[in-house]
């Protein structure tokens, strides 16, 4: 009933209005408990590992205690991240250090069971040891596409760290003998593709700490500091391979490879343990009991490895195939061996326990999504580029410069140059190539690549988050496609030259630009998807995009080695200067054209 002088309705909306406050105040509390409970998950002593509620659009929830939370994982990333591109990349260096020392002594590193190649041969070869890892990295990042919400982040992280140790100990025992075998060295270089791998899972748990508005500064510094452990491998690694005591040369040649890998091995220890202790699991990832939940971690790891491990036993057992014995026919080949680990990779994550490939049959959603497939074509531009770029850097310097060709006279093992072969007292010979005695020395500069297109990541994050992540992109775009045509004719008129090495400044100013532009629009093209995709879809997106990506570790330094052999390195720049107009046609059809699908984004 109605007190006198109130109208029904009037009683009605004052009902409704106690109903909204009885329920605000409901909502109040259960906030209040939810932050309470996230607290047991805060501080550095011993925190708790798996949060009780995660919402970092929740603006009190962040302030209160997320914000804290989400930093501290942030920082284990990054350095779990670190040491995952240390150990990936650290092969493209061990590989320079390799040949610089068995050109000056043919009896270290001989790799008798590649059959001892020499000259161009064994150069091409070198090149496989920073590819397999890439090849390893690329199909160890598919299955991290989806490990976070399957095993939990901080479950993933330190197990990766774990593992990073073991192939940094096969190299620092493998390289200790001078005959080392190079199957040991592709099976390490296999190993350190858990390092790749990292990068999808590292970046998937990241996404999920962070509200929209800071993805593309949180995952700019995640992968940008992160990708700093390419340029601490190519700048500290060198100087830790010149100092040892006993040499490992038989001739008395300075050089110790093996310290490359124990470099890293205490590092990654650290990792594991910082990540152990102070990393988190969302609520919702991983199962209840941890030990199921890293049992997961380790079956979807293993089968990777047997996937990636398919695709190196094919790529030596058909290295002498007819399909090979052409330049173009190397190019399929390699490519090839790509589709068949990630197919192997694919196929095999469908055995995986039940309750885990339920989490992944839930995340496969992505692949119904058009834009995963766009975004994906234009990160294997920015972190495909990039990645291949830092694996060939240091070794193209060498190839490029380190060498020249000429007639002259071989005495006992030394060629001179110049010499007419009137004049010549032992063997006279026409284009021999030989070192070249005012090579540039490549390891003073070359861990800069990667240094400044990890520093710029962030920056390409932070931009995007202002003026939009695909306007950022389209002008590294231009800007990169540029240096790469540039680069390409700059190595052509190079190799061409009796002193190749008057081109080393412009060659190495150019090569900083392209690492400038793949590291802007690694940030600027993760904080599209960022906001491109919802939460849930976004983390995986981030992760097998990455994944696929990726294979360009194995793919451009392979490409590059192809090349060189065929006496056309100039032709990999053009090749990837065209796939960048098509990446400049992708984005500006579908996110800046007016009346674009995504604008804004």
């Given amino acids: 009933m109605t ?36 607290k047991e998950s805060q501080g550095w002593k011993f925190p708790k590992v798996k949060l009780s509620a995660w919402d970092p659009e929740n603006e009190k929830q962040w302030e209160a205690t997320g914000k804290f939370i989400a930093k501290r994982n942030l920082l284990a990333s990054i350095l779990n991240l670190t040491c995952g591109f240390g150990v990936w990349l650290v092969w493209s260096v061990i590989a320079t250090k390799i040949q610089k020392m068995h050109d000056q ?5 001989p790799f008798q069971d590649w059959g001892s190649p020499t000259g161009k041969d064994y150069r091409a070869v070198l090149f496989l040891l920073p590819g397999v890892a890439g090849l390893s990295g690329g199909t160890l990042r598919i299955p991290n596409a989806f490990l976070t919400q399957v095993s939990g982040g901080r479950n993933v992280v330190f197990n990766t760290s774990l593992l990073l140790c073991i192939p940094m100990i096969m190299a620092g025992i493998v390289l200790s003998n001078p005959t080392a075998p190079f199957n040991a060295l592709l099976a390490a270089a296999l190993l350190s593709g858990v390092g790749g791998g990292s990068f999808a899972s590292s970046m998937s748990n990241i996404s999920f700490y962070y509200p929209k508005r800071l993805q593309g500064m949180a995952l700019g ?64 990832h991983g199962e209840k009991s941890n030990i199921v939940s890293i049992l997961y971690f380790y079956w979807m790891e293993c089968v990777a490895f047997v996937a990636s491990f398919i695709g190196v036993i ?22 090839l061996l790509v589709l068949l680990a990630a197919a192997c990779e694919h196929l095999f994550m469908m055995i995986s326990p039940k309750k885990a490939r339920d989490r992944v049959k839930v995340q496969v959603v992505i692949f119904k999504r ?24 240091p070794k193209l310097i060498v ?16 060629f001179t140059p110049g010499v007419d072969e009137a004049s010549c007292g032992g063997e006279y010979l026409t284009d021999y190539e030989y070192v070249n005695p005012n090579a540039p020395n490549g390891a003073a500069v070359a861990w800069l690549g990667a240094f400044v297109g990890s520093l710029i990541r962030p920056v390409g994050g932070i931009m995007a988050d202002k003026f939009g992540g695909a306007k950022m992109t389209m002008v590294a775009i231009v800007w990169c496609t540029a240096a790469a045509f540039a680069q390409g004719a700059l190595v052509n008129v190079t190799r061409q030259l009796e002193n190749p090495e008057k081109n ?49 570790a194995f793919i451009i330094p392979t490409m590059f080695g192809i090349a060189l052999k065929a006496g056309a390195p100039e032709v990999t720049f053009y090749g990837l200067g065209g796939y960048y107009v098509s990446c400049g046609v992708l984005n500006f059809w579908y996110y800046l054209r007016p009346g674009c699908e995504k604008p804004g984004v």
Avoid at 322 to 335: D, E, R
Avoid at 399 to 412: E, H, I, N, P, S
Avoid at 524 to 529: K, P
Wanted: hydrophobic share 40%; aromatic share 16%.
């Fill in 504 to 552: 080393y400044g412009w060659f190495i100013f150019l090569f900083l630009n392209l690492f400038l532009c793949t590291g802007f629009m690694n940030g600027s093209t993760f904080r599209t998807i960022g906001v491109l995709f919802p939460p849930e879809e976004a983390g995986p997106v981030l992760g097998w995009s990455s994944a696929i990506a990726s294979y360009g």
């Fill in 221 to 284: 510094y995640n992968g940008g500091i992160g990708n700093l452990g390419v340029s601490i491998s190519q700048l500290l690694a060198p100087i830790f391979m010149s100092i040892g005591s006993s040499p490992v040369s038989p001739a008395g040649i300075n050089g110790w490879p093996a310290n490359a890998g124990w470099l890293w091995f205490p590092i990654c220890f650290c990792s594991a343990v910082f990540a152990f202790f102070y990393m988190s699991n969302q609520p919702n």
């Fill in 3 to 38: 007190n006198e002088g109130e109208h029904p309705t009037d009683v009605i909306v004052a009902a409704a209005t106690d109903a909204e406050a009885a329920d605000g105040e409901e909502n109040i509390k259960n906030e209040e408990s939810e932050i309470e409970g996230i």
């Fill in 105 to 109: 002594d043919p009896e270290v590193y």
């Fill in 399 to 414: 190839d490029l410069f380190g060498y020249k060709t000429g007639d002259g006279c071989m005495v006992d093992g030394t």
């Fill in 314 to 335: 094919t790529l030596i057992s058909t290295r002498n195939s007819a399909l090979v014995q052409t330049a173009g026919g190397q190019v399929v080949h390699k490519f």
């Fill in 370 to 393: 058009k834009h995963t497939y766009v975004m994906t074509w234009l990160y294997i531009m920015c972190f495909g580029s990039f990645i291949g770029y830092s694996g060939s850097f």
